[in-house]
């Protein structure tokens, strides 16, 4: 890239973090430091404001980087991302939004802990919210370095890790010094600069090939040298019956494992009532559903324009197909409107990755907190005592250096498909013991705890044994082999694995289920009767 692109994406990147970072310092100013302004802002906001929170936090790097360089690179076997990724909200808005908004306080532990023994279910589910959010985070920080390695011109590795560590750094403070109302309204303006970033581009691509998609998807297919098997199941998800096994693992992954994502689950929370949780969802779904309509514009227009060897040649993932569209569509390298629209776009993604990072930072530091920290407190009476927030600050930085180091480790993976992992583990460990809790009466303490481990640790267990970690040139670790699992995506195994365990320790369990817990659980969930 040109100094140019540099000096000027570097201003609008510094701009963000400055705007950003003054919501922080002006909500830390005027907050009262209570877990519940600090972990779902005193529950202020409305629903229109929480629905583009929840858009700012769900349209994460792997959506606007990923899914149109999958898509770009494999043509239609890309989509499933985007089909995947939408069709998930339709069960968080009949299944989830409401009834986890009447049953819990804070986060996806209070709502099964409501009938079920507290310190075991507590601990089970703040260890897989924290795992979720870690795998989540680091597919933001890949984001984030591809995007800076492609602004330095792609020739400095010292760039990308500086860059990981910056974000890390950028989120610690975000979610320390401001809290849930702060990191919402960085995802509020980060949602408005994504759509508006991502509608001028879908309409300079539609204008290029004079509005007719037909057009558009033929050039693709003409550009991609696949032919008409560009527009057609099965370049990626084809062939060998693993491959074909992986989209249905994927598929399944992505579609339920929205409902079981801690920083998902607690936007629910900021709001006044359930009534406000599903009006929040119904605009969350609308600003969505226009969103990864476009990204399928965006990564057909990728191929047709830019061409999938050159968008291979800048990142082998992908994950930069979006900014060099952006440069072409501006006019190409050395002009100033492609200097301005790389530059804009750049900032957008960037705007994008600290946004959905502060959110999933802070909802894995509650998990610590509030389920994790407050178990063990409660069991160790003598030791010293420190506040919920206080730990939850404490947290927030260990997390912070956790997914710096994995994001280092995991830089060369597509982020899309690094999101995929991290939905099937929520849809692995979280979603069965969320179900059963809202609708399982002789569900038990035992049948919960084995739900989230029987999901949690095959999934986790299937990810290390996979291609994905060791046994393919594109693994983490290459140069060994120690791969038994074929799969890519671990979800079709793990998933009833879940499922099947949270059955198998209730109808096991000595312990009888407490059918008035269950009912004042359901009185609650459907009314909102003694909600917080």
Known sequence: MTD???????????????????ITTWVSRNRHGSAEEFYAGGRLFSPMENGFAIAGDYMSAASFLGISGLIALFGYDGMLYSVGFLVAWLVVLLLVAELVRNCGRFTLADVVAARMAERPVRIAAGTSSVTVSVLYLVAQMVGAGSLVALLLGGTSEAARSWTVIGVGALMVIYVSLGGMRATTWIQIVK?????????????????????????????????????RDFLAPGLRYGGEWTARLDFISLGIALVLGTAGLPHILSRFYTVPTARAARRSVVWAIGLIGGFYLMTIVLGFGAAAIIGPDAVRASNAAGNTAVPLLALDLGGGAGSTGGTVLFAIVAAIAFATILAVVAGITLASSASVAHDLYASLRRRSAHAKQYSEVTVARLAAAGIGVAAIGLGLLARDLNVAFLVGLAFAVAASANLPVLLYSLFWRKFTTRGAVWSVYGGLIPAVLLVVLSPVVSGSPDALFPGVDFHVFPLQNPGVVSIPLGFLAGWLGTVTSSEPPDAAKHAETEVRALTGAGAV
């Open 191 to 227: 949602a408005v600069l994504l759509m508006a970033g991502t509608i001028a581009l879908t309409v300079l691509v539609l204008l290029r090939f004079n509005g007719d998609f037909n057009q558009l998807l033929t050039a693709a297919a003409e550009r991609s040298g696949h032919g």
């Open 4 to 22: 140019d692109h540099q000096t000027l994406a570097l201003l609008l990147f510094s701009a963000f973090i400055a705007v950003t970072l003054g």
